[in-house]
């Protein structure tokens, strides 16, 4: 069983568009995030969920808006795609902080999405 | 704020050669976690090893091995006879005390040629 799992894992759709990437974990973490990696690898953070609250939102444009129905799943909606939106999306998660003590970030293995 | 440098941004070499993979990290935190993942070609991250800022042992697991040194802020990543199925990107990557979230490096690019 694949402990992170993303879908879709590719994605092409026009300038405009309005798509969503759905992630779900079954190690019954706490904490789920998105990541970003660019065309050049560059890996940033974009969001993080704890128990379903947004604890982080580094700087994304509002037009990314992440959903958390439950703590095993964090949904990635994305409005009005721009060609710069093109990137590899990586949904993770890991066990909660505990006293700052901070935990393996485990991570799906990524969705491909290209806008043209 | 936290910084991670991975100088090397490709590294060629052939089966069977040792190969050090170079991260170094900057981070006013006495207290911060350290780790590694693979990304080979197929895409996903894989992790590799977490460290925390107390632990300066090296650790050794297989044919890979880590050395960090606090005292140059370096968190080094060594394959010793490397193989093809190496061949990847390799992320050093940072979180600080309190913080969940990872600070990478931009990677490092090994390519191991039969």
């Known amino acids: 069983d694949t402990a992170v799992s993303q879908t879709p894992k590719y994605l092409v759709t026009q300038m405009g568009n309005d798509k969503s990437i759905k992630c779900e974990q079954n190690?019954?973490?706490?904490?789920m995030y998105w990541y970003k990696q660019d065309s050049k690898k560059f890996l940033k953070i974009m969001f993080s969920?704890?128990?379903?609250?947004?604890?982080i939102n580094e700087t994304v444009p509002n037009r990314f808006s992440p959903k958390s129905p439950d703590k095993a799943h964090l949904n990635l909606h994305i409005n009005s795609l721009e060609l710069g939106d093109s990137a590899v999306y990586f949904c993770?998660?890991?066990?909660?902080?505990?006293?700052?003590?901070?935990?393996?970030?485990?991570f799906g293995e990524g969705s491909w999405l290209t806008v043209v | 704020a936290q910084k991670v440098t991975q100088a090397q941004t490709e590294i060629s070499v052939v089966e069977k050669e040792d190969v050090t993979l170079d991260c170094v990290y900057e981070?006013?935190?006495?207290?911060?976690?350290l780790f590694w993942y693979k990304q080979p070609p197929s895409g996903e991250l894989v992790f590799l090893i977490r460290?925390?800022?107390?632990?300066?042992q090296n650790e050794i697991s297989g044919r890979y091995s880590w050395n960090f040194q606090k005292s140059t802020s370096s968190f080094n990543f060594t394959i010793t006879a490397s193989q093809v199925v190496d061949s990847a990107v390799y992320f050093c990557?940072?979180?600080?005390?309190?913080?969940?979230?990872?600070?990478f490096g931009k990677g490092t690019m090994l390519l191991v040629s039969p």
């Open positions: 993770a998660s890991s066990q909660d902080l505990t006293g700052g003590f901070s935990y393996t970030i485990y």
């Open positions: 190690l019954g973490h706490d904490t």
């Open positions: 969920y704890n128990n379903k609250e947004l604890i």
């Open positions: 981070t006013r935190d006495t207290t911060y976690y």
């Open positions: 460290r925390n800022s107390f632990d300066e």
């Open positions: 990557a940072l979180s600080e005390w309190g913080y969940s979230t990872l600070t």
